[in-house]
């Protein structure tokens, strides 16, 4: 089965874990680069009227993204990271995963957060995995190691 670490990462924090992620489970690192990149005043939560806040209000919005990738259909088993955003997946997530035929493939999905659990995270994200099988996520702290990682892997 040939692995894919799709990930989106504001700050750099899930970015880390995605890499560290693809080592551990030998699968292709693939980063979901918004076409327009978030700025620290589009990432400030506290202010109701910035690009973050406005998107999770709607969770029907779609970012665009910067490219796709082209060999999806290569992949039987994705691992998807992303930062928790108001306890559940930033929608450019799911922009992500509706570009592609999900069937038949297991997404896996990870996240960071300074403290939030996955919430809701799945019930958003089935919509978006039309014909695949997705996986009960797990949310690891910013300390995360590879011997979790390896454990949490593991336990799948």
Known sequence: MKKLVAYF???GTTKILAQNISKVVKGDLFEIKP???YSKQDLDWTNGMS????????????????????????Y???YLGFPIWW???????NTFLEQYDLTGKIIIPFATSGGS?????NKYLQKS???AVLKEGKRFSTK?????????????
């Open 9 to 11: 990462s504001a700050t």
């Open 35 to 37: 076409l327009r990149p």
């Open 51 to 74: 690009r973050s806040s406005l998107e999770m209000k709607d969770l029907s919005s779609r970012p665009a993204i910067a490219e796709k990738l082209n060999n999806m259909n290569e």
């Open 76 to 78: 039987d088993t994705i």
């Open 87 to 93: 306890y559940v997946a930033p929608t450019i997530i």
């Open 117 to 121: 659990g996955m919430g809701e995270t």
């Open 129 to 131: 995995c039309n014909g």
């Open 144 to 156: 995360a190691t590879i011997d979790d990682i390896k454990k949490w892997v593991k336990s799948l």
